[in-house]
């Protein structure tokens, strides 16, 4: 990767999700600006948030798609990504730092 450029890996749970009373809600169902979740697989050399491995959430809309030996991946800019999930958290509360 070059400079401030991250590459994503989108979660699958992405593509759709359950309301509260268990409708399914396809991805293509038009909401607002639902930002979703994603693993970091590679870096640039200016990107100084976030580490290969983190989980971040972004705005679909802000992205380049790309193909790389079959798997879809996602292009964003490191200022693109809105938050870093910790893993550290262990469920107690968000986990999140924005």
Do not use: C, N
């Not at 399914?24 to 970091?40: D, E, H, N, Y």
């Not at 989980?55 to 992205?63: A, G, S, T």
């Not at 798609?65 to 958290?89: F, K, N, S």
Request: no cysteine.
């Amino acid at each position: 990767m070059l400079h401030d450029r991250v590459l994503v890996h989108p979660d699958a749970e992405s593509a759709e999700r359950m309301s509260g009373s268990g409708v399914v809600i396809p991805a293509t169902a038009s909401v607002g600006r639902r930002l979703v979740w994603g693993k970091v697989v590679a870096i640039g050399q200016y990107v100084r948030q976030v580490e290969v491995g983190d989980r971040v959430l972004f705005d679909p809309e802000d992205r380049a798609e790309v193909e790389l030996a079959g798997v879809e991946y996602v292009l964003l800019r490191g200022r693109d990504l809105h938050g870093v999930a910790d893993p550290a958290a262990g469920g107690e509360r968000t986990g999140l730092y924005l």
